[in-house]
């Protein structure tokens, strides 16, 4: 169910109040073969599949800018940073309380510290708060084998493969003292950490699945478990 096609009444008159699953991504490069959108794709998906997944789920329109300025320098870009997208989301779930929860589905690893941060506030305010997001392998980070693949499998009209080349394949730990100095840019001349190259469809469709296991478990033990 999305909130964006109800009205107040509908979701007033609900006998419970549902729980609130809102996509978070970026608007940022991924490479030379996959969108800008692509974190917004693969979050709002999540999302979707978690309502089908359970009736008490309501997803709200995506949160499509992020904490993205590591990727600054690749054309198309746009980032809000660290300290506005934490405020965002502490004001947004601060006014989202006639909700049971919210979950926040992040399809961006650059927004994971704002993300945590604004967590622990608003937990702190007694409010029933879950961040979320999918995992990978460290050596397959941005617009590489996986994110292609589920790129491939959700929109593949929106996928160059002909442009796909290997980029930075080194574990993410590695990376990182660079990474953090001068950004992607610094480690990628094409913005690629992992390799695209081996991607397939049905291998994004494994992904998706695996991910939305995990997704719906955490659902499950954190709004079964928090008061």
Do not use: K
Request: aromatic share 4%; proline share 7%.
């Amino acid at each position: 169910m999305r909130l964006d096609e109800l009205t107040s009444t509908d979701l007033a008159e609900r006998a419970h109040p549902p729980l609130l699953a809102v996509p978070l991504g970026a608007t940022e490069q991924h490479g030379p073969h996959l969108p800008l959108g692509t974190d917004t794709a693969v979050a709002v998906e999540l999302c979707r599949r978690l309502a089908t997944e359970r009736a008490d789920i309501v997803v709200a329109p995506a949160i499509t800018y992020g904490s993205s300025g590591e990727h600054a320098g690749f054309p198309g870009t746009l980032s809000i940073g660290q300290r506005a997208l934490e405020l965002l989301i502490v004001e947004l779930v601060r006014s989202a309380d006639e909700f049971a929860g919210v979950i926040l589905v992040n399809g961006h690893g650059g927004n994971l510290r704002p993300l945590r941060a604004a967590g622990e506030l608003l937990r702190g305010e007694g409010r029933r708060v879950l961040v979320w997001s999918p995992t990978g392998p460290a050596d397959d980070t941005h617009a590489g084998h996986g994110e292609t693949s589920v790129m491939l499998h959700l929109a593949p009209e929106q996928v160059t493969m002909r442009r796909a080349r290997p980029g930075n394949t080194r574990p993410l730990r590695e990376l990182m003292p660079a990474l953090l100095n001068g950004g992607v840019a610094a480690v990628s001349d094409s913005g690629v950490l992992g390799d695209p190259t081996t991607a397939t469809a049905a291998e994004g469709g494994r992904i998706l699945d695996a991910w939305t296991t995990a997704l719906c478990t955490a659902v499950t033990d954190y709004f079964s478990s928090c008061p």
